[in-house]
């Protein structure tokens, strides 16, 4: 648990009979105090906390190091957001336990719209169903912002691949189960459960090799110790640009505007396949709906503008925001999606 996050939780208000013995013993300056500010209700002081939010800096939680997908996704929305706000947003980087750490720090800290979360689809829809314990539950202890963003994934193949299309790959691992293996950047990542998104849903013997992280699987790639990758735009098209590679498909259900020649999966033989990268904002449950109407507002506005969908397009990210009803339908529909995927293939972490 960490204990540096901040609290704006004042007292529950004396009883009356308290507040006039307190007088008698500290004489007529409390007295001469108005009634409201000594008995003005939890619920009162929460209520006109919300309506002066934000007036001190907010902590934007990213669950990985510095560097990483997540927060070089995370930073120029909190540029931008504290420019839209007028506060400060101070990324910090709680790494740990594939993002488990930033999460139970957020859904531990006070509803105050103070402490929020950059989270993952790791944090909401993997990461409860590969730990046999988790501290945070991903529905209950989180009310959901807004959607932010989705770094796309893409199926990469050494250039010694008897395979110049998705469909020809396909048919290849099919002519020869149990031949080929794919990397990815590690257990639970969503280049894995891609990888087994696809094999159970074309009949596929793949045998899946994690690694620390996308680069090295991209490096053993190039290398030819490994013949396919799924990993994000980032990592792979400098090798596809430099011919060590081969592009083959995009992992998302529909093409993405980063690489619009590209086909999808769904359209190379697996109808229906769908396996989206996101990020998204949360705060505590019970914040306020003002709050949480006030971030998601800014937030949107933040994601729709031309300089971040462009600074997002040269990561090879592209920018989805929503309302809170949407992201919580979402949520759900990932945790049931993916649920049954690491059921299916007997995912655990390490």
Request: hydrophobic share 45%; glycine share 10%; aromatic share 6%.
């Amino acid at each position: 648990m960490d204990s540096t996050h901040s609290r704006i939780a004042g007292p529950v208000s004396a009883p009356v009979r308290a507040v006039a013995s307190a007088a008698l013993l500290l004489g007529p300056a409390l007295l001469l105090a108005p009634a409201t500010t000594v008995a003005q209700p939890a619920s009162g002081r929460a209520a006109a906390a919300a309506e002066r939010y934000p007036d001190r800096p907010i902590r934007l939680l990213v669950g990985f190091a510095p560097g990483g997908g997540a927060d070089t996704a995370a930073r120029p929305v909190a540029q931008r957001l504290a420019e839209a706000i007028g506060q400060q947003v101070v990324v910090d980087n709680r790494p740990g336990s594939s993002g488990n750490v930033a999460a139970e720090i957020v859904a531990r800290a006070s509803p105050d719209g103070y402490s929020v979360l950059f989270g993952t689809i790791a944090n909401f829809a993997i990461n409860p169903m590969i730990f046999e314990r988790l501290t945070y539950d991903p529905v209950r202890d989180f009310a959901p912002v807004t959607l932010a963003a989705a770094p796309v994934n893409v199926v990469v193949v050494h250039p010694s691949v008897q395979a110049s299309t998705m469909k020809e790959f396909i048919a290849l691992v099919r002519a020869k189960p149990n031949t080929i293996n794919y990397g990815s950047s590690g257990i639970g990542g969503t280049g894995h459960l891609a990888g087994e998104l696809m094999s159970l849903m074309g009949g596929l013997v793949m045998t899946h090799v994690p690694y620390k992280g996308g680069a090295p699987a991209v490096a053993d790639l190039i290398g030819g110790n490994i013949p396919m990758v799924i990993t994000v735009v980032p990592g792979a098209m400098p090798q596809v640009r430099a011919n060590r590679a081969r592009l083959l498909a995009v992992t998302t259900g529909k093409r993405s505007a980063l690489l619009p020649d590209t086909p999808t999966i769904a359209e190379s033989g697996l109808p229906g396949f769908e396996a989206n990268n996101w990020y998204g904002v949360v705060v505590p449950a019970k914040t306020p709906q003002s709050i949480v109407t006030r971030l998601n507002t800014e937030l949107v506005k933040v994601l729709n503008s031309p300089g971040l969908r462009e600074t997002y397009a040269n990561q090879g990210i592209e920018a989805i925001p929503s309302t809170p009803a949407e992201f919580t339908a979402y949520i759900r529909s990932e945790i049931v999606k993916w649920g049954k995927i690491v059921k299916a293939a007997g995912i655990k972490a390490d």
